[in-house]
């Protein structure tokens, strides 16, 4: 991840690659926002604007030649869009362009922002969205022995955020926590970038454990044996198709003294073929991204261990590659999920719900305040909202408690409901109930099936599908491939319980 510092330095010296500075759109066109800068620059840039394709709209990012002016290389000018009713940019406005401009700044090493902030919680917003830009995944690259000309462009390396605010001891803390926040979304792309050759259920579990010394978070695997033994009929069900056997992985992280008790249950399908009810070649391209949300829940709570968080938070990782073989589930399988509730398979493609059963039920056992469960768990969520906007289904209090914990991290998540018509969709004629029910409300038919292994405990579903894997083009700070997608939602949930 680049190096990020503050710098209370004019923009007008600094030695940088490029230098960022926003545009606005306002009612007589478009302005450069950087008081600092000369007054001649920011008239030249402003009259050049329309000639150039400047209007200032947010995400519009344009590279021009710095000038005789400036000791910057080049100069970036990114769109904040208008200002709100109060004369300010909101946070994301300022995460998101900040993000764009570095984003695509993809040749060059040191880059210095100087975007407008009035606080430290704006500071913060500018740093996060540069380093969450600032992202590349290149382990497949051959970065050695290709010629010049086909080699990845090397990505930032360093990141000065100019502000007046450098020197004060609130904004470090504020920054400080933005790179633990931006180091927990990059760790959690480059596992659902990772290609599914390497990252299988045991060796997932081997990276969990790696990722967790020195922080204080202990890591727990059950491997077959163990999950036989403890009943985890669903996961076991699921990876017995594969020559590569399921986990389960409990990731806790136990201050002294909590102030709240919270459970992460994360679906880690780190492959999806539809098992025997096999998808269509085109539907798996993007399956090696089906293990996002256990990339999420793990690092949530390796976060909060690095913040130093006041909640005791469990993750439980529900690991299972489904794969197709004489070994594998069938339809009309009856499973037995943990707790002894019995599932009829009718589809083996509706897997996620059966490992994520497991591991609510394992969860609720131990008794925490609240549990929420993270997963890529329906095609149907895409369709109703889409590839930018998560659903979040439960108890109404807990709901409504993800939606506002997104709002202010930056990012979406809607708020869905569970219809009590659509359980009766999911009766089993052999079975307490079938993994599938109507096709219609499909997203909110999987919710109900998870309601029934939760009991009273207070508890939310993210469904992630399609904001947890990018397929089209990167845009603001999110790039092509894994997002990070409810990470920054979860660790402000968890900061919300602690401060209760």
């Known amino acids: 991840m680049a190096e990020l510092t503050l710098s209370s330095k004019n923009p007008t010296g600094v030695k940088v690659d490029a230098l960022v500075v926003g545009t606005q759109t306002t009612s007589d066109g478009v302005a450069v926002v950087g008081d600092d800068l000369p007054r001649d620059v920011v008239a030249e840039l402003e009259a050049l604007a329309p000639a150039l394709g400047i209007t200032g709209a947010r ?118 926590r933005a790179a633990t926040i931006a180091a927990a979304v990059h760790a959690t792309r480059d596992l659902v970038n990772t290609a599914p050759n390497d990252l299988f259920p045991a060796a997932f579990a081997d990276i969990a454990k790696a990722a967790a010394k020195g922080t204080g978070v202990k890591v727990t695997v059950l491997d077959e044996k163990a999950l036989a033994a403890g009943g985890y009929g ?3 069900a699921v990876g017995q198709g594969s020559s590569r056997g399921p986990r389960l992985v409990k990731v806790s992280y136990s201050p002294s003294r909590p102030h709240a ?77 943990r707790g002894g509730k019995t599932v009829e398979v009718l589809n083996t493609d509706a897997e996620g719900r059966l490992v994520m059963a497991d591991g609510l039920v394992a969860a609720i056992e131990e008794n925490p305040d609240v549990v929420l469960d993270v997963a890529t768990l329906t095609g149907a969520q895409m369709v109703a909202l889409g590839t930018r906007v998560s659903a979040v289904m439960g108890t109404e209090s807990v709901r409504s408690e993800v939606v506002a914990a997104a709002e202010s991290a930056g990012e ?22 079938a993994n599938i029910g109507d096709r219609f409300g499909g997203m909110l038919v999987a919710g109900l099936f998870l309601q029934e292994f939760v009991g009273s405990t207070p508890w939310a579903h993210l469904d992630i599908a399609g904001p947890s894997f990018n397929e089209g083009s990167a845009f603001g700070y999110t790039p092509v491939g894994g997002t990070g997608v409810a990470v920054r939602t979860l660790v402000e949930l968890l900061e919300a319980r602690a401060a209760k």
């Open 59 to 176: 995400d519009e990012v344009r590279t021009v030649p710095a000038g005789a002016h400036l000791k910057a290389g080049v100069l970036v000018l990114t769109g904040l869009g208008a200002r709100d009713g109060s004369g300010s940019f909101p946070a994301e406005t300022l995460r998101r362009a900040a993000g764009a401009a570095v984003r695509e700044l993809t040749g060059a090493s040191s880059v210095a922002v100087a975007l407008p902030a009035a606080d430290e919680a704006e500071v913060a917003a500018i740093a996060e969205g540069a380093l969450l830009g600032a992202y590349s995944f290149t382990r497949y690259r051959d970065t050695a022995g290709a010629a010049a000309s086909t080699k990845p462009a090397g990505g930032v390396s360093t990141i000065e955020v100019l502000t007046s605010l450098a020197r004060g001891a609130k904004a470090k803390a504020a920054v400080e």
């Open 234 to 236: 669903g996961i076991l």
């Open 261 to 337: 008790k919270v459970a992460l249950v994360g679906k880690g399908i780190t492959f999806d073929s539809g098992g025997i009810s096999i998808k269509p070649a085109k539907g798996m391209e993007a399956m090696k991204s089906d293990m996002a949300g256990a990339a999420a829940v793990l690092h949530t709570v390796l976060a909060a261990s690095r913040l130093g968080l006041p909640v005791a938070v469990t993750g439980w990782l529900c690991l299972a590659e489904n794969m197709p073989s004489g070994t594998a589930q069938r339809p009309s399988d009856v499973i037995t999920i």
């Open 412 to 433: 979406q998540f809607w708020p869905m409901p569970l219809p009590e018509e659509l359980a009766a969709s999911m009766k089993s004629k052999v079975a307490d109930i």
